[in-house]
T-cell receptor, first 113, second 114 residues
Framework: QQQVKQSPQSLIVQKGGISIINCAYE??????FPWYQQFPGKGPALLIA?????SEKKEGRFTISFNKSAKQFSLHIMDSQPGDSATYFC????????????FGTGTRLTVIP | EAGVVQSPRYKIIEKKQPVAFWCNPI?????LYWYLQNLGQGPELLIR????????DSQLPKDRFSAERLKGVDSTLKIQPAELGDSAVYLC????????????FGEGSRLTVL
């Protein structure tokens, strides 16, 4: 059973546009929600993360929006650039003192120049 | 500072053959993970080590998979015998061990079983 559901599977955005990726979870014990970025042939790398005590976190062009009651969170990439073309994974973890991340299935983002 | 190092990057074997993957985590990182990433999917945890102790191996198929982390530093993941369905990327990651902290992934070892 997929612990974290992610959509869309793929996304094509024009340069300068906004990319939006959505994730949903069921386990209310999850308390850490990171987003990882993966380029072809590379391992995932942490992009931005949020905890459920805040509804939004922004770092540069990347923003996480978190809706605790709906058990949903999303990644917004403002002013999308061709260099942002990669696969994005949302994730969640629940274990205190551990980092057992449950990953979504990924979204392949393509930013067209 | 060097990142997580994995080898080999690519391995092609015939089914029923054994294979081993090696991981050297970031210096000072006590927690080490092995993840499996199938094509088009997110990583799935196989095993997590705290120093030399395997604290979560519930997802490791123990009939054919084994792992060790001697001296709490480097780790080896072994598959014996390999099956066609084992074709995937095996990712190693490490973290300082702090709760909710960042995982640092290696580039992965891509296994193809023929």
């Amino acid at each position: 059973q997929q612990q974290v559901k992610q959509s869309p599977q793929s996304l094509i955005v024009q340069k300068g546009g906004i990319s939006i990726i959505n994730c949903a979870y069921e386990n209310t014990a999850f308390d850490y929600f990171p987003w990882y970025q993966q380029f072809p042939g590379k391992g995932p790398a942490l992009l931005i993360a949020i905890r459920p005590d805040v509804s939004e976190k922004k770092e540069g062009r990347f923003t996480i929006s978190f809706n605790k009651s709906a058990k949903q969170f999303s990644l917004h990439i403002m002013d999308s650039q061709p260099g942002d073309s990669a696969t994005y994974f949302c994730a969640a973890s629940r274990d205190p003192g551990a980092n057992n991340l449950f990953f979504g299935t990924g979204t392949r983002l393509t930013v067209i120049p | 500072e060097a990142g997580v190092v994995q080898s080999p990057r690519y391995k092609i074997i015939e089914k029923k053959q054994p294979v081993a993957f090696w991981c050297n985590p970031i210096s000072g990182h006590n927690t080490l993970y092995w993840y499996l990433q199938n094509l088009g999917q997110g990583p799935e945890l196989l095993i997590r080590y705290e120093n030399e102790e395997a604290v979560d191996d519930s997802q490791l198929p123990k009939d054919r998979f084994s792992a060790e982390r001697l001296k709490g530093v480097d780790s080896t993941l072994k598959i014996q015998p390999a099956e066609l369905g084992d074709s995937a990327v095996y990712l190693c990651a490490s973290s300082p061990g702090s709760r909710g902290g960042e995982l640092f992934f290696g580039e992965g070892s891509r296994l193809t079983v023929l």
